[in-house]
């Protein structure tokens, strides 16, 4: 059974940071690794989505990597502003026996990141 | 906008009581996806469907049902709600891979 585990749970910073959040994987056969960001109460919003065959994406201030084999992806973010407060969820895709995936994200439990003034 | 639509936003049932979540997205997208949030447990997938006529237990199936209506609408139905029901509920769509998926704003439901 695929378990993600993302590190740490928590983080409280100063406005202005670079910030590394962490997502470790059990099952390296995963099709594509997705990370959200959810503002209390809200949705999820997609972020980044990085294919099995890629190393990583950007986007604006983020930038998230991926490493199949040893089960871990980390998002980075650049230059940490109060906006940015909020929980990012990493979650994967696993592939089926068939070699596609229809669905079935398995998500970590989260960061809550606050970030202030 | 375009996106993933579901109603209501929030909901109150009694114990026993029985209700359906609607879910809609105009992303002509073919696989569509419950997902439950609760305290502790992070998302856990209810049931999904692949495409349109198709549908699959996920991790936590127990006491739902779901209706692929069409290609557009995705329903989860509660028969008789229970206390442990209480929860966050995400719909969520996408297509084939290698695309991600988006998710619907979702409904917040007690059940007393």
């Known amino acids: 059974k695929q378990e993600v585990t993302q590190i740490p749970a928590a983080l409280s910073v100063p406005e202005g940071e670079n910030l590394v959040l962490n997502c470790s994987f059990t099952d390296s056969a995963i099709y594509n690794l997705q990370w959200f960001r959810q503002d209390p109460g809200k949705g999820l919003t997609s972020l980044l989505l990085?294919?099995?065959?890629?190393r990583e994406q950007t986007s604006g201030r983020l930038n998230a990597s991926l490493d199949k084999s040893s089960g871990r992806s980390t998002l980075y973010i650049a230059a940490s502003q109060p906006g940015d407060s909020a929980t990012y969820l990493c979650?994967?895709?696993?592939?089926?026996?068939?070699?596609?995936?229809?669905?079935?994200?398995?998500f970590g439990q989260g960061t809550i990141l606050t970030v202030h003034p | 906008n375009a996106g993933v639509t579901q109603t209501p936003k929030f909901q109150v049932l009694k114990t026993g009581q029985s209700m359906t979540l609607q879910c809609a997205q105009d992303m002509n997208h073919n696989s569509m996806y419950w997902y439950r949030q609760d305290p502790g447990m992070g998302l856990r997938l209810i049931y999904y469907s692949a495409s349109e006529g198709t549908t699959d237990k996920g991790e936590v199936p127990n006491g739902y049902n779901v209706s692929r209506l069409n290609k557009r609408e995705f329903s989860l139905r509660l028969e008789s709600a229970a206390p442990s029901q209480t929860s966050v509920y995400f719909c969520?769509?996408?297509?084939?891979?290698?695309?991600?998926?988006?998710f619907g704003s979702g409904t917040r439901l007690t059940v007393v």
């Open positions: 979650a994967v895709r696993l592939e089926d026996a068939g070699g596609t995936s229809y669905g079935k994200l398995t």
């Open positions: 969520a769509s996408s297509l084939h891979p290698p695309a991600g998926y988006t």
């Open positions: 990085i294919q099995s065959s890629q």
